[in-house]
Nanobody, 119 residues
Framework: QVQFVESGGDLVQPGESLRLSCVVS????????MKWYRQPPGKERELVAF????????NYRDSVKGRFTISRDNAWNTVHLQMNNLQPDDTAMYYC????????????WGQGTQVTVSS
């Protein structure tokens, strides 16, 4: 059984930082590319960041480049999203996503963690 434990979401003021974490169990974590998505209130879910199985490749949506950093620790089955200089537009439910790298069609989602940026 695949399980996700996401943490780190909170209410913060503009300019502050948060670090999201996602621990995945029940899969061979090092075979999964990992992504963070977010869904702002009333909007569609959007891809925020991607990291490959070996951490060699990372990608970010334009609006978070230079502020967010995705990383992973395969020894601990964990992916992180360091978010700096948070802005109100970053307010969203953030979701961890695992996509199997060896074949298409197998992916799993976390339950989400809420990030709210407000003064």
């Amino acid at each position: 059984q695949v399980q996700f434990v996401e943490s780190g979401g909170d209410l913060v003021q503009p300019g502050e930082s948060l670090r999201l974490s996602c621990v995945v169990s029940g899969v061979r974590f090092n075979e999964y590319n990992m992504k963070w998505y977010r869904q702002p209130p009333g909007k569609e879910r959007e891809l925020v960041a991607f990291i490959s199985t070996d951490s060699r490749t990372t990608n970010y949506r334009d609006s978070v480049k230079g502020r967010f950093t995705i990383s992973r620790d395969n020894a601990w089955n964990t992916v992180h999203l360091q978010m700096n200089n948070l802005q109100p537009d970053d307010t969203a439910m953030y979701y961890c996503n695992a996509v199997w790298s060896l074949m298409s069609g197998r992916e799993y989602w976390g339950q989400g963690t809420q990030v709210t940026v407000s003064s």
